[in-house]
Protein backbone atom coordinates (compact mmCIF):
# COMPACT_ATOMS: atom_id res chain seq x y z
CA UNK A 1 0.00 0.00 0.00
CA UNK A 2 1.62 3.29 -0.87
CA UNK A 3 2.20 5.55 2.31
CA UNK A 4 0.89 8.69 1.08
CA UNK A 5 -2.62 6.60 -0.04
CA UNK A 6 -3.68 5.20 2.96
CA UNK A 7 -7.34 3.23 2.97
CA UNK A 8 -9.88 5.60 4.48
CA UNK A 9 -13.01 5.12 6.42
CA UNK A 10 -16.23 7.16 7.08
CA UNK A 11 -16.84 7.01 10.62
CA UNK A 12 -20.33 6.94 11.66
CA UNK A 13 -23.12 9.38 13.62
CA UNK A 14 -21.92 7.75 16.74
CA UNK A 15 -18.15 8.46 16.67
CA UNK A 16 -18.68 12.48 15.38
CA UNK A 17 -20.64 13.04 18.88
CA UNK A 18 -17.90 11.51 21.08
CA UNK A 19 -15.81 13.77 23.11
CA UNK A 20 -12.31 13.90 20.85
CA UNK A 21 -10.00 12.95 23.80
CA UNK A 22 -8.03 10.68 24.86
CA UNK A 23 -9.18 7.71 27.10
CA UNK A 24 -6.47 7.38 29.20
CA UNK A 25 -4.95 4.45 31.74
CA UNK A 26 -2.67 3.08 33.40
CA UNK A 27 -2.25 -0.66 34.01
CA UNK A 28 0.59 -2.36 36.16
CA UNK A 29 1.72 -5.54 35.85
CA UNK A 30 4.69 -7.58 38.48
CA UNK A 31 7.54 -8.83 36.15
CA UNK A 32 9.25 -11.88 37.14
CA UNK A 33 12.89 -11.56 39.28
CA UNK A 34 15.93 -11.39 36.78
CA UNK A 35 14.02 -9.83 33.82
CA UNK A 36 15.37 -7.42 32.06
CA UNK A 37 13.24 -4.54 31.23
CA UNK A 38 14.47 -4.59 27.17
CA UNK A 39 12.51 -8.07 26.72
CA UNK A 40 9.86 -6.99 28.15
CA UNK A 41 9.87 -3.62 26.06
CA UNK A 42 10.66 -5.77 22.93
CA UNK A 43 7.61 -8.33 23.56
CA UNK A 44 5.52 -5.80 24.13
CA UNK A 45 6.61 -4.08 20.45
CA UNK A 46 6.76 -7.64 18.69
CA UNK A 47 3.23 -8.78 19.89
CA UNK A 48 1.59 -5.13 19.08
CA UNK A 49 3.14 -5.65 15.31
CA UNK A 50 1.61 -9.47 14.87
CA UNK A 51 -1.63 -7.92 17.09
CA UNK A 52 -2.41 -5.16 14.46
CA UNK A 53 -1.45 -7.42 11.55
CA UNK A 54 -4.55 -9.40 12.85
CA UNK A 55 -6.65 -6.50 13.79
CA UNK A 56 -5.64 -3.66 11.76
CA UNK A 57 -7.60 -0.93 13.71
CA UNK A 58 -4.25 -0.91 15.67
CA UNK A 59 -2.68 1.48 12.97
CA UNK A 60 -5.50 3.31 12.16
CA UNK A 61 -6.00 6.92 12.95
CA UNK A 62 -8.46 9.77 12.96
CA UNK A 63 -8.83 12.53 10.88
CA UNK A 64 -11.57 15.61 10.62
CA UNK A 65 -12.41 16.08 6.86
CA UNK A 66 -14.39 18.82 8.15
CA UNK A 67 -14.44 20.57 11.42
CA UNK A 68 -17.77 18.47 12.81
CA UNK A 69 -16.97 14.97 10.64
CA UNK A 70 -14.27 12.30 10.98
CA UNK A 71 -12.80 9.60 9.53
CA UNK A 72 -10.27 6.78 10.08
CA UNK A 73 -7.23 5.87 8.10
CA UNK A 74 -5.46 3.02 8.16
CA UNK A 75 -1.59 2.27 6.91
CA UNK A 76 0.54 -0.72 7.19
CA UNK A 77 3.34 1.62 8.48
CA UNK A 78 1.48 2.92 11.78
CA UNK A 79 2.22 0.06 13.55
CA UNK A 80 2.02 2.35 17.13
CA UNK A 81 5.56 2.38 19.04
CA UNK A 82 5.59 1.16 22.22
CA UNK A 83 7.81 4.22 24.37
CA UNK A 84 10.48 2.84 26.70
CA UNK A 85 10.79 4.56 29.50
CA UNK A 86 13.03 3.30 32.75
CA UNK A 87 12.09 4.88 35.88
CA UNK A 88 13.64 2.38 38.28
CA UNK A 89 15.82 4.84 40.09
CA UNK A 90 13.28 7.60 40.43
CA UNK A 91 10.03 5.12 41.65
CA UNK A 92 9.21 3.15 44.86
CA UNK A 93 9.96 -0.85 44.07
CA UNK A 94 6.40 -2.52 42.30
CA UNK A 95 5.64 -4.39 45.51
CA UNK A 96 5.91 -1.22 47.64
CA UNK A 97 3.68 0.37 45.01
CA UNK A 98 1.04 -2.06 45.70
CA UNK A 99 1.73 -2.38 48.97
CA UNK A 100 0.66 0.93 49.69
CA UNK A 101 -2.51 0.86 47.51
CA UNK A 102 -0.91 2.40 44.00
CA UNK A 103 -1.27 5.67 45.10
CA UNK A 104 -3.35 8.07 42.98
CA UNK A 105 -1.36 10.92 43.56
CA UNK A 106 1.85 8.74 42.20
CA UNK A 107 0.59 8.38 38.49
CA UNK A 108 1.26 11.64 36.58
CA UNK A 109 -0.21 11.38 33.38
CA UNK A 110 2.98 13.76 32.01
CA UNK A 111 5.52 10.70 32.94
CA UNK A 112 3.61 7.29 32.40
CA UNK A 113 1.46 8.49 29.55
CA UNK A 114 3.12 8.78 26.09
CA UNK A 115 3.18 12.01 23.60
CA UNK A 116 -0.49 11.35 21.68
CA UNK A 117 -1.29 13.96 18.96
CA UNK A 118 -4.60 15.00 18.36
CA UNK A 119 -4.25 16.83 15.76
CA UNK A 120 -7.20 15.91 13.66
CA UNK A 121 -5.87 18.46 10.47
CA UNK A 122 -6.40 16.72 7.00
CA UNK A 123 -2.77 16.73 6.67
CA UNK A 124 -1.76 16.50 9.97
CA UNK A 125 -0.41 13.62 11.95
CA UNK A 126 -3.88 12.43 13.28
CA UNK A 127 -4.84 10.47 16.47
CA UNK A 128 -3.58 7.04 16.71
CA UNK A 129 -6.77 4.41 17.96
CA UNK A 130 -3.57 3.21 20.89
CA UNK A 131 -0.55 4.74 21.62
CA UNK A 132 1.76 3.07 24.49
CA UNK A 133 4.51 3.61 27.03
CA UNK A 134 6.18 0.72 29.02
CA UNK A 135 7.33 2.53 32.19
CA UNK A 136 9.41 0.22 33.96
CA UNK A 137 10.47 0.35 38.20
CA UNK A 138 12.02 -2.55 39.89
CA UNK A 139 10.28 -5.66 39.88
CA UNK A 140 7.28 -4.02 37.42
CA UNK A 141 5.68 -2.54 34.56
CA UNK A 142 3.38 0.29 34.94
CA UNK A 143 1.68 0.45 31.00
CA UNK A 144 0.31 3.54 29.82
CA UNK A 145 -2.48 3.91 27.32
CA UNK A 146 -4.18 6.29 25.65
CA UNK A 147 -7.06 5.59 23.03
CA UNK A 148 -8.92 8.30 21.03
CA UNK A 149 -12.61 8.48 21.52
CA UNK A 150 -14.25 8.89 18.59
CA UNK A 151 -13.08 5.91 17.16
CA UNK A 152 -12.39 3.57 20.55
CA UNK A 153 -14.77 3.46 23.74
CA UNK A 154 -14.62 1.26 26.80
CA UNK A 155 -15.57 -1.91 24.97
CA UNK A 156 -14.05 -1.87 22.03
CA UNK A 157 -10.56 -0.46 23.89
CA UNK A 158 -10.98 -3.61 26.56
CA UNK A 159 -10.95 -5.89 23.23
CA UNK A 160 -8.00 -4.10 21.80
CA UNK A 161 -6.10 -4.79 24.95
CA UNK A 162 -7.33 -8.20 24.91
CA UNK A 163 -5.80 -8.91 21.43
CA UNK A 164 -2.90 -7.53 22.14
CA UNK A 165 -2.95 -9.63 25.09
CA UNK A 166 -3.21 -12.72 22.95
CA UNK A 167 -0.40 -12.29 20.97
CA UNK A 168 1.90 -11.37 24.22
CA UNK A 169 1.33 -14.87 25.31
CA UNK A 170 1.60 -16.40 21.93
CA UNK A 171 5.21 -14.82 21.86
CA UNK A 172 6.11 -16.10 24.99
CA UNK A 173 4.26 -19.56 23.94
CA UNK A 174 2.43 -19.47 26.67
CA UNK A 175 -1.37 -19.20 25.00
CA UNK A 176 -2.53 -22.36 26.04
CA UNK A 177 -6.22 -22.79 28.05
CA UNK A 178 -7.09 -19.06 27.31
CA UNK A 179 -10.36 -18.61 26.19
CA UNK A 180 -10.08 -18.46 22.24
CA UNK A 181 -10.55 -14.37 21.01
CA UNK A 182 -11.10 -14.09 17.57
CA UNK A 183 -12.48 -10.89 15.75
CA UNK A 184 -13.27 -10.03 12.38
CA UNK A 185 -11.92 -7.46 10.83
CA UNK A 186 -15.51 -7.19 9.13
CA UNK A 187 -16.09 -5.94 13.16
CA UNK A 188 -13.76 -2.77 12.47
CA UNK A 189 -16.50 -1.45 9.70
CA UNK A 190 -17.84 1.46 11.03
CA UNK A 191 -21.09 0.96 8.74
CA UNK A 192 -22.40 -1.65 10.75
CA UNK A 193 -24.06 0.82 12.82
CA UNK A 194 -26.35 3.03 10.39
CA UNK A 195 -26.77 -0.29 8.47
CA UNK A 196 -28.46 -2.37 11.31
CA UNK A 197 -30.44 1.43 12.24
CA UNK A 198 -31.54 1.42 8.65
CA UNK A 199 -33.14 -2.27 8.34
CA UNK A 200 -35.01 -1.68 11.31
CA UNK A 201 -36.65 1.07 9.12
CA UNK A 202 -35.17 4.13 9.87
CA UNK A 203 -35.07 7.55 8.50
CA UNK A 204 -32.68 10.76 9.12
CA UNK A 205 -35.49 12.88 10.72
CA UNK A 206 -36.21 16.07 8.99
CA UNK A 207 -35.04 19.34 10.13
CA UNK A 208 -38.84 19.85 11.77
CA UNK A 209 -38.83 16.27 13.75
CA UNK A 210 -34.83 17.24 15.22
CA UNK A 211 -36.39 20.82 16.57
CA UNK A 212 -39.37 18.76 18.42
CA UNK A 213 -36.92 15.98 19.80
CA UNK A 214 -37.07 15.97 23.76
CA UNK A 215 -34.31 16.76 25.86
CA UNK A 216 -34.31 13.46 27.17
CA UNK A 217 -33.67 11.61 23.74
CA UNK A 218 -30.50 13.88 23.44
CA UNK A 219 -29.35 13.33 26.54
CA UNK A 220 -29.55 9.62 25.73
CA UNK A 221 -26.56 10.41 23.46
CA UNK A 222 -24.93 12.31 26.34
CA UNK A 223 -25.83 15.41 24.69
CA UNK A 224 -27.58 18.70 25.57
CA UNK A 225 -29.99 19.98 22.67
CA UNK A 226 -28.15 22.21 20.45
CA UNK A 227 -27.91 25.83 20.86
CA UNK A 228 -29.30 28.51 18.29
CA UNK A 229 -27.19 30.33 15.99
CA UNK A 230 -27.61 32.69 17.91
CA UNK A 231 -27.02 31.50 21.12
CA UNK A 232 -23.56 30.10 19.91
CA UNK A 233 -22.57 33.08 18.55
CA UNK A 234 -23.21 34.58 21.70
CA UNK A 235 -22.16 31.77 24.43
CA UNK A 236 -19.95 28.71 24.05
CA UNK A 237 -21.22 26.64 27.37
CA UNK A 238 -20.39 23.00 29.11
CA UNK A 239 -16.94 22.61 26.54
CA UNK A 240 -14.88 20.00 27.63
CA UNK A 241 -11.76 22.71 26.82
CA UNK A 242 -9.92 23.36 30.09
CA UNK A 243 -8.57 26.63 29.18
CA UNK A 244 -12.33 27.81 28.38
CA UNK A 245 -13.38 26.77 32.14
CA UNK A 246 -13.73 29.15 35.41
CA UNK A 247 -10.81 29.17 37.80
CA UNK A 248 -11.14 25.42 39.22
CA UNK A 249 -12.11 24.65 42.77
CA UNK A 250 -9.94 22.68 44.90
CA UNK A 251 -9.98 19.11 43.87
CA UNK A 252 -9.52 15.56 45.78
CA UNK A 253 -9.38 12.49 44.32
CA UNK A 254 -9.55 9.15 46.63
CA UNK A 255 -9.53 5.57 46.10
CA UNK A 256 -11.84 3.48 47.79
CA UNK A 257 -12.20 -0.18 47.49
CA UNK A 258 -15.60 -2.82 47.62
CA UNK A 259 -14.69 -5.80 48.71
CA UNK A 260 -16.92 -8.72 47.28
CA UNK A 261 -18.26 -9.51 50.47
CA UNK A 262 -19.11 -5.86 51.02
CA UNK A 263 -20.66 -6.08 47.53
CA UNK A 264 -22.85 -8.79 48.30
CA UNK A 265 -24.12 -6.43 51.56
CA UNK A 266 -24.86 -3.55 49.58
CA UNK A 267 -27.16 -5.88 46.90
CA UNK A 268 -28.82 -7.24 49.80
CA UNK A 269 -29.64 -3.97 51.90
CA UNK A 270 -30.73 -2.48 48.26
CA UNK A 271 -33.46 -5.34 48.07
CA UNK A 272 -37.07 -4.65 47.82
CA UNK A 273 -38.94 -5.68 50.64
CA UNK A 274 -40.76 -8.83 50.02
CA UNK A 275 -44.01 -8.46 47.91
CA UNK A 276 -43.42 -5.07 46.79
CA UNK A 277 -41.27 -6.37 43.44
CA UNK A 278 -44.24 -5.34 40.33
CA UNK A 279 -43.32 -4.25 36.59
CA UNK A 280 -43.58 -0.75 38.31
CA UNK A 281 -41.28 -1.94 40.90
CA UNK A 282 -38.11 -4.14 39.69
CA UNK A 283 -36.10 -6.07 41.66
CA UNK A 284 -32.78 -3.60 41.35
CA UNK A 285 -29.58 -5.53 39.99
CA UNK A 286 -26.15 -5.10 41.92
CA UNK A 287 -24.70 -2.71 39.36
CA UNK A 288 -28.24 -0.54 40.41
CA UNK A 289 -27.44 -0.90 44.09
CA UNK A 290 -23.61 0.04 43.65
CA UNK A 291 -25.12 3.28 42.03
CA UNK A 292 -27.43 3.97 44.12
CA UNK A 293 -25.13 3.97 46.84
CA UNK A 294 -22.77 6.34 45.29
CA UNK A 295 -25.40 8.83 43.86
CA UNK A 296 -27.24 9.58 47.43
CA UNK A 297 -23.53 9.53 49.54
CA UNK A 298 -22.09 12.04 46.92
CA UNK A 299 -24.48 14.19 46.52
CA UNK A 300 -24.71 14.10 50.58
CA UNK A 301 -21.60 14.76 50.74
CA UNK A 302 -21.82 17.92 48.27
CA UNK A 303 -24.84 18.71 50.09
CA UNK A 304 -23.40 19.10 53.11
CA UNK A 305 -20.33 21.16 51.64
CA UNK A 306 -22.35 23.35 50.34
CA UNK A 307 -25.94 23.86 52.35
CA UNK A 308 -27.10 26.71 51.28
CA UNK A 309 -26.40 26.15 47.16
CA UNK A 310 -29.45 27.13 45.28
CA UNK A 311 -28.32 23.86 42.98
CA UNK A 312 -29.33 21.09 45.67
CA UNK A 313 -31.72 23.74 47.78
CA UNK A 314 -33.98 25.15 45.39
CA UNK A 315 -37.54 24.19 45.17
CA UNK A 316 -38.39 21.19 43.39
CA UNK A 317 -34.91 21.29 42.21
CA UNK A 318 -33.59 17.63 40.43
CA UNK A 319 -30.50 15.41 41.06
CA UNK A 320 -29.61 13.73 37.66
CA UNK A 321 -27.16 10.60 37.49
CA UNK A 322 -26.21 9.60 34.57
CA UNK A 323 -24.34 6.78 33.64
CA UNK A 324 -22.74 4.90 30.79
CA UNK A 325 -24.82 2.25 28.97
CA UNK A 326 -22.65 0.01 26.06
CA UNK A 327 -25.40 0.39 23.51
CA UNK A 328 -24.03 -3.04 21.53
CA UNK A 329 -26.30 -6.00 22.75
CA UNK A 330 -29.69 -3.58 22.31
CA UNK A 331 -29.14 -1.69 19.39
CA UNK A 332 -29.52 -4.44 16.26
CA UNK A 333 -29.71 -7.87 16.19
CA UNK A 334 -26.96 -8.10 12.92
CA UNK A 335 -24.48 -6.23 15.01
CA UNK A 336 -21.62 -8.00 16.22
CA UNK A 337 -20.87 -7.81 20.09
CA UNK A 338 -17.52 -7.26 19.63
CA UNK A 339 -18.02 -3.98 17.30
CA UNK A 340 -14.92 -2.19 17.16
CA UNK A 341 -16.20 1.49 16.87
CA UNK A 342 -18.11 3.72 19.75
CA UNK A 343 -21.76 3.07 20.61
CA UNK A 344 -22.48 4.46 24.19
CA UNK A 345 -25.39 5.59 25.49
CA UNK A 346 -26.23 7.62 28.22
CA UNK A 347 -29.10 6.71 30.97
CA UNK A 348 -30.03 9.22 32.82
CA UNK A 349 -31.91 8.86 36.46
CA UNK A 350 -33.52 11.83 38.07
CA UNK A 351 -35.15 12.16 41.48
CA UNK A 352 -35.49 14.98 44.17
CA UNK A 353 -32.23 16.19 45.45
CA UNK A 354 -34.29 15.94 48.85
CA UNK A 355 -35.19 12.26 48.16
CA UNK A 356 -31.77 11.32 47.28
CA UNK A 357 -30.14 12.56 50.24
CA UNK A 358 -32.78 11.82 52.48
CA UNK A 359 -32.49 9.35 55.59
CA UNK A 360 -32.72 5.65 55.03
CA UNK A 361 -35.97 5.69 57.48
CA UNK A 362 -37.80 8.53 54.72
CA UNK A 363 -36.15 7.14 51.62
CA UNK A 364 -34.52 3.81 51.75
CA UNK A 365 -32.01 2.80 49.42
CA UNK A 366 -33.85 0.30 47.77
CA UNK A 367 -36.32 3.18 46.32
CA UNK A 368 -33.15 5.20 44.24
CA UNK A 369 -31.49 1.41 43.36
CA UNK A 370 -35.30 0.86 41.89
CA UNK A 371 -35.43 4.10 40.21
CA UNK A 372 -32.01 3.20 39.03
CA UNK A 373 -33.31 0.12 37.66
CA UNK A 374 -36.64 1.95 35.88
CA UNK A 375 -34.66 4.06 33.86
CA UNK A 376 -32.25 1.16 32.25
CA UNK A 377 -35.11 -1.14 31.64
CA UNK A 378 -37.10 2.44 29.90
CA UNK A 379 -33.59 2.55 27.25
CA UNK A 380 -35.16 0.60 24.66
CA UNK A 381 -34.11 -0.25 20.93
CA UNK A 382 -36.72 2.06 19.59
CA UNK A 383 -35.42 4.99 22.00
CA UNK A 384 -31.66 4.72 21.06
CA UNK A 385 -32.48 4.55 17.59
CA UNK A 386 -34.25 7.78 17.38
CA UNK A 387 -31.42 9.43 19.38
CA UNK A 388 -29.14 8.15 16.84
CA UNK A 389 -31.56 9.56 14.49
CA UNK A 390 -30.88 12.89 16.03
CA UNK A 391 -26.91 12.52 15.70
CA UNK A 392 -26.98 10.94 12.22
CA UNK A 393 -29.66 14.78 11.18
CA UNK A 394 -26.81 17.23 12.75
CA UNK A 395 -25.25 19.68 10.76
CA UNK A 396 -21.57 20.20 10.44
CA UNK A 397 -21.23 23.06 12.36
CA UNK A 398 -23.52 21.05 15.10
CA UNK A 399 -20.87 18.62 15.18
CA UNK A 400 -17.85 20.87 15.87
CA UNK A 401 -16.58 21.43 18.95
CA UNK A 402 -18.57 24.32 19.57
CA UNK A 403 -21.69 22.81 19.01
CA UNK A 404 -21.34 19.60 21.05
CA UNK A 405 -22.22 20.11 24.68
CA UNK A 406 -21.56 17.71 27.28
CA UNK A 407 -24.07 17.92 30.57
CA UNK A 408 -21.29 16.33 32.48
CA UNK A 409 -18.36 18.86 31.60
CA UNK A 410 -19.10 21.22 34.93
CA UNK A 411 -18.99 22.03 38.26
CA UNK A 412 -22.28 23.42 38.35
CA UNK A 413 -25.66 22.08 39.11
CA UNK A 414 -27.26 18.47 40.62
CA UNK A 415 -25.45 16.53 38.49
CA UNK A 416 -23.72 12.93 38.67
CA UNK A 417 -21.75 10.97 35.88
CA UNK A 418 -20.46 7.57 36.45
CA UNK A 419 -18.60 5.54 34.88
CA UNK A 420 -18.39 1.91 35.10
CA UNK A 421 -15.87 -0.70 34.26
CA UNK A 422 -17.36 -3.71 35.86
CA UNK A 423 -18.91 -5.58 33.02
CA UNK A 424 -15.81 -4.75 31.08
CA UNK A 425 -13.20 -7.59 30.11
CA UNK A 426 -10.17 -5.59 31.12
CA UNK A 427 -8.60 -7.96 33.60
CA UNK A 428 -9.29 -10.52 31.30
CA UNK A 429 -6.25 -8.96 29.14
CA UNK A 430 -3.29 -11.74 30.79
CA UNK A 431 -0.05 -10.96 28.77
CA UNK A 432 1.03 -14.28 29.90
CA UNK A 433 3.57 -16.14 32.50
CA UNK A 434 6.70 -15.82 30.60
CA UNK A 435 8.02 -12.60 31.78
CA UNK A 436 5.25 -11.47 34.15
CA UNK A 437 3.81 -12.44 37.82
CA UNK A 438 0.60 -13.75 38.20
CA UNK A 439 0.00 -15.34 34.62
CA UNK A 440 0.53 -11.66 33.51
CA UNK A 441 -2.90 -10.70 34.92
CA UNK A 442 -2.86 -6.90 35.76
CA UNK A 443 -3.06 -5.97 39.67
CA UNK A 444 -4.73 -2.55 38.85
CA UNK A 445 -6.39 0.06 36.20
CA UNK A 446 -6.42 3.27 36.76
CA UNK A 447 -6.76 6.93 34.89
CA UNK A 448 -4.15 9.45 35.55
CA UNK A 449 -4.22 11.70 38.60
CA UNK A 450 -5.83 14.22 38.02
CA UNK A 451 -7.20 14.42 34.50
CA UNK A 452 -10.23 16.53 34.69
CA UNK A 453 -10.13 18.76 37.92
CA UNK A 454 -10.46 21.83 36.02
CA UNK A 455 -13.72 20.55 34.24
CA UNK A 456 -15.86 18.58 36.57
CA UNK A 457 -16.42 15.93 39.38
CA UNK A 458 -15.46 12.35 38.30
CA UNK A 459 -17.03 8.93 39.36
CA UNK A 460 -14.99 5.84 37.77
CA UNK A 461 -16.06 2.41 38.53
CA UNK A 462 -12.64 0.15 38.04
CA UNK A 463 -12.54 -3.45 36.75
CA UNK A 464 -13.07 -6.69 39.40
CA UNK A 465 -9.64 -7.11 40.86
CA UNK A 466 -8.26 -10.69 40.47
CA UNK A 467 -8.21 -11.60 44.18
CA UNK A 468 -12.12 -9.96 44.11
CA UNK A 469 -13.62 -6.48 44.84
CA UNK A 470 -13.32 -3.78 42.91
CA UNK A 471 -11.92 0.04 43.36
CA UNK A 472 -13.92 3.04 42.85
CA UNK A 473 -12.18 6.02 41.67
CA UNK A 474 -13.85 9.29 43.12
CA UNK A 475 -12.90 13.39 42.31
CA UNK A 476 -14.51 16.06 44.88
CA UNK A 477 -14.11 19.28 45.75
CA UNK A 478 -11.69 18.82 49.11
CA UNK A 479 -15.05 19.74 51.47
CA UNK A 480 -17.14 17.04 49.16
CA UNK A 481 -14.49 14.32 49.96
CA UNK A 482 -13.87 15.28 53.95
CA UNK A 483 -18.13 14.91 53.94
CA UNK A 484 -17.84 11.44 52.15
CA UNK A 485 -15.32 10.17 53.73
CA UNK A 486 -16.94 10.63 56.73
CA UNK A 487 -20.29 9.04 55.55
CA UNK A 488 -20.77 6.27 57.85
CA UNK A 489 -23.19 4.92 55.12
CA UNK A 490 -20.59 4.94 52.62
CA UNK A 491 -17.83 3.87 54.85
CA UNK A 492 -20.34 0.80 56.01
CA UNK A 493 -19.17 -0.50 52.52
CA UNK A 494 -16.20 1.06 50.86
CA UNK A 495 -12.96 1.25 52.42
CA UNK A 496 -10.66 4.32 51.71
CA UNK A 497 -7.36 2.71 49.95
CA UNK A 498 -5.48 5.67 49.21
CA UNK A 499 -4.89 9.13 47.53
Request: overall charge negative; hydrophobic content about 40%.
Amino acid sequence: MDKSHPRRFALNPMDNIMPRFNINFILTFGIKPGIPFQKVHDLLQSSLKTAADELPIFRRRVFAVTPGRLEAREDPDWTPKVIFNDISEAWPDYQDLIDEGLPQDELDGAQLLPPAPTDLSPEGEGASAIVAQANFVNGGLLLGMCHFHSLVDGMSGSLLLKMWAKHMRIHQGANEGYAHLDIPVSNCDYNLVPQAWQNAGNNTPSPDEVQKATPETWRLLGLLPPLSPEETAAKVAFTLDPSAAPPPPEVRTSIFYVSAPAFSALSAAAAPPKGAVSESNPVPTANDALMALLWRCIMRARLAADPTSPDYTAPGVLAELDSTLDGRALFGDTLPWAYMGTLIFIATTRLPVTDVVAPADRVPLCTIAAEVRRTVKSITRERIHQAYGLAAAMNDDELASVGLRYPFATFAGAECCFTSFLSMPVMDASLGSGVFENGGTPDHMRPPRREFDVVCRRCVILPPRPAGGFEVMLSLKKAEMEALEADEEFTKFAQFLCR
